[in-house]
């Protein structure tokens, strides 16, 4: 019973390196989401794909880039890592066609930038 | 755009005593209103969610009831346990986007105490 499945859990970063977080989904679900996590700001969009092959910018998308892989997995790359993108990062995934279904959430992957 | 406005934390309080988080929100069209609940080193998990007006979610003896003329969407629940201690976060999804992405508030911290 894995859900969404994020890895690495933790990660320590330098500024300027690049890094890819992982995301995987065993539910069979569309659509896959990229949000971040920050102190008193609840969780922003950074990237979606409502279907395998399709992705956008959510609301807060510049310094990452997003690949949908196939229909289970979707990773967020930071190509020049920076400061400002210390955070906690969750993926979620959802149904789509069927009204009102809930988002499931990974554990998030804890990330810092030195 | 969509927004969604919290009672900021942390909320300390006895066992069995009664709990209100308040939540109010701010949307284009008609959402669904969501909480979620996030224990510490957790990814986020639905606790209940409501569809319209009037609805009520319910669930592990938490309740909100969707009130469109107010906006609001008030987290309660008559006897909180210490284990109910964790950040709750209220969300609303709109259906006029494609993306189908939450919109969350910033999240109560409530701490039970024993």
């Known amino acids: 019973n894995a859900g969404v499945t994020q890895t690495p859990k933790f990660q320590v970063l330098k500024t300027g390196q690049s890094m890819t977080l992982q995301c995987a989904q065993d539910m069979n679900h569309n659509s896959m989401y990229w949000y971040r996590q920050d102190p008193g700001m609840g969780l922003r969009l950074i990237y979606y794909s409502a279907s395998e092959g399709t992705t956008d910018k959510g609301e807060v998308p510049n310094g990452y880039n997003v690949s949908r892989l196939n229909k289970r997995e979707f990773s967020l790359r930071l190509e020049s890592a920076a400061p400002s993108q210390t955070s906690v990062y969750f993926c979620?995934?959802?149904?789509?066609?069927?009204?009102?279904?809930?988002?499931?959430f990974g554990d998030g992957t804890r990330l810092s930038i030195l | 755009g969509d927004s969604v406005t919290q009672m900021e934390g942390p909320v300390t309080l006895s066992e069995e005593a009664f709990l209100t988080i308040n939540c109010t929100y701010t949307?284009?069209?008609?959402?669904?209103l969501f909480w979620y609940v996030q224990y510490p080193g957790e990814g986020l998990q639905l606790l209940l969610k409501a569809t319209k007006a009037d609805d009520k979610g319910s669930n592990k003896g938490f309740e909100a009831t969707y009130r469109k003329e107010t906006t609001s969407f008030h987290l309660e629940k008559g006897s909180v346990q210490v284990s109910d201690s964790a950040v709750y976060f209220c969300a609303l999804r709109t259906m006029d986007t494609g993306r189908r992405a939450l919109t969350f508030g910033s999240g109560t911290r409530l701490q039970v105490q024993p």
């Open positions: 979620a995934s959802s149904e789509v066609g069927v009204p009102n279904q809930p988002q499931h």
């Open positions: 949307a284009t069209g008609y959402p669904s």
